[in-house]
């Protein structure tokens, strides 16, 4: 009787620790051995000179969302997920979207059901919150954390969801309360709206305006303002699509004085600058995204930000909106650059990108690769040991790279429903041939073979923020008590404040 139901042998697996010679054997959906020597399952895989790699996790991508401006995107579950599948990508973690005035539980339900009927791979969401009433933060809220959604996003611009810092102490609270992760969109949203306003008073709006108008210090100011505030509870952020150098900066320095701030960043920030968005006509509207591309000097930075640990995880920050009248351009050749809708496609690309300019440039180890664009995405929001691993007990998620595989990036060749990529004719070499989903060969040879609805609801545990040993000043343990309703005085608490 044959041992395993699929065995992959004689590659080389990577883990963000080491890389070494081994076979995987795998029953079921799970990997049940890893070591040489492992005999032929029943499906046998034969890896010679190409890299066994845990699945890539994308935490950070939109899938059948509607924006703040009320632009759907192009792609539902099954696209998004079908391309993501051939990127190498094993589970998305996209957002479920709460618009003004809705309920966060029903939006939470509605998107779950439109995972578990379309999603090929694994999955989960975080929840996009806008409103901080009570049935949102203490209820509604509440009742998703203890179902497995862990984590969820804050706005600090965009007038249709933002939150004001009253507010975010609010949220703030709650995480600390509930052991969950909040990730925010840092950009200061006055500085953005005064800029763009005066651009538009003197003609200036074509789409490189956009790069001016979302100045980084906006992103600098709010990245410092949301830690200082975090600061009040000892909770940790995760500060999102990091992109410019002082943001960088301050969220290093935060880290140094023992402040629990995370900080993700994404492919095209570090491979495409704002002169893109310098294109004829309203071309440029194709690289918008918030926040902007930046400079030369900016991409060196993030490279080093991610180098030096301060920057754990690398995601898409897919947004894909088709450029047509139904996504960056609602208003023709006459949309300015403030009515064009902001992201630009990369659920596939990311991981290819990523091995290319990374690895294959030298710029990373593959243990870093992996520990970037998996392993640090499921111990950063709960999903580890279950994935991001090739080991023992873990989920039978694996890509198998041969990386020698050329491959000429254009929108025709990519899954997504965009109809453009910001990537077009770029030559990247590496890419995911074979890719395991929970035990089953969904792309073999490039070859792309699932039913939809076949991928899995995961739900996730404690951040990994909230798992360390985390030291909670005098301040925090008051402040977090004050929040609960039951803090009696502050005895001591002025001298604790002034030593934090």
Request: a negative charge; aromatic letters at 8%; glycine letters at 8%.
């Amino acid at each position: 009787m044959d041992r395993f139901d699929l065995t992959i042998r004689n590659g080389l697996v990577a883990s963000d620790q080491a890389v070494f010679e081994a076979d995987v054997g795998i029953v079921g959906d799970r990997i049940v051995a890893v070591a040489r020597g492992l005999p032929a399952g029943k499906r046998d895989i034969d890896a010679t000179g190409q890299y066994v790699l845990p699945g890539g996790i994308d935490t950070h991508c939109h899938v059948e969302q509607r924006s703040g401006m009320g632009i759907m995107g192009a792609d539902d579950w099954y696209s998004a997920s079908v391309s993501a599948a051939c990127g190498g990508t094993t589970m998305i973690v996209p957002f479920a979207a709460q618009h003004r005035g809705h309920s966060l539980r029903q939006v939470a339900a509605d998107y779950a059901a439109l995972a578990t009927a379309k999603s090929v791979i694994d999955w989960s969401y975080h929840l996009i919150v806008s409103e901080t009433d009570k049935k949102t933060l203490q209820e509604d809220l509440v009742e998703q954390i203890r179902k497995g959604i862990t984590s969820f996003k804050v706005y600090m611009t965009y007038e249709q969801l933002k939150i004001d810092d009253y507010q975010m102490l609010d949220v703030l609270a709650l995480a600390s309360r509930e052991n969950a992760l909040v990730m925010v969109h840092a950009e200061n949203n006055d500085v953005i709206k005064w800029v763009s306003q005066k651009l538009l008073e003197n003609g200036r709006t074509a789409p490189k305006y956009h790069a001016t108008s979302h100045v980084a210090l906006a992103e600098a100011e709010a990245t410092h303002r949301v830690i200082q505030l975090s600061k009040l509870f000892d909770v940790p952020v995760l500060i999102v699509h990091v992109s410019a150098p002082d943001a960088i900066a301050t969220i290093g320095a935060a880290q140094r004085i023992g402040a629990q701030v995370y900080g993700e960043t994404c492919p095209h920030y570090m491979l495409l600058t704002e002169d893109n968005m310098d294109l004829p006509g309203v071309e440029g509207a194709k690289y918008c995204c918030s926040p902007p591309l930046r400079d030369k000097a900016a991409q060196e930075a993030l490279w080093r930000a991610l180098k030096d640990g301060v920057l754990q995880t690398v995601s898409s920050d897919h947004a894909p909106y088709r450029y047509d009248h139904t996504g960056k351009l609602p208003h023709g050749d006459q949309t300015t650059f403030k009515q064009m809708a902001n992201g630009m496609p990369g659920l596939e690309t990311r991981l290819p990108l990523m091995f290319s300019e990374g690895v294959n440039a030298g710029r990373m180890t593959l243990p870093e690769f992996v520990a970037l664009t998996s392993t640090n995405h499921a111990r950063m929001y709960g999903i580890a040991p279950r994935k991001g691993l090739i080991e023992e007990g873990a989920d039978a998620d694996i890509a198998i790279w041969d990386p020698k595989h050329e491959v000429v990036l254009t929108a025709s060749g990519l899954h997504d429903r965009v109809g453009y990529t910001p990537y077009e004719g770029m030559k990247v070499t590496g890419w995911p041939r074979t890719v395991v989903s929970a035990g089953r060969v969904i792309v073999d040879e490039g070859a792309f073979d699932a039913e939809p609805g076949s991928g899995r609801f995961i739900p996730r545990g404690t951040p990994l923020p909230f798992q360390k040993e985390r030291e909670i000043s005098a301040r925090g343990q008051f402040f977090r008590a004050l929040a609960d309703g039951h803090a009696e005085g502050h005895a001591g608490f002025g001298y604790a404040d002034r030593q934090n």
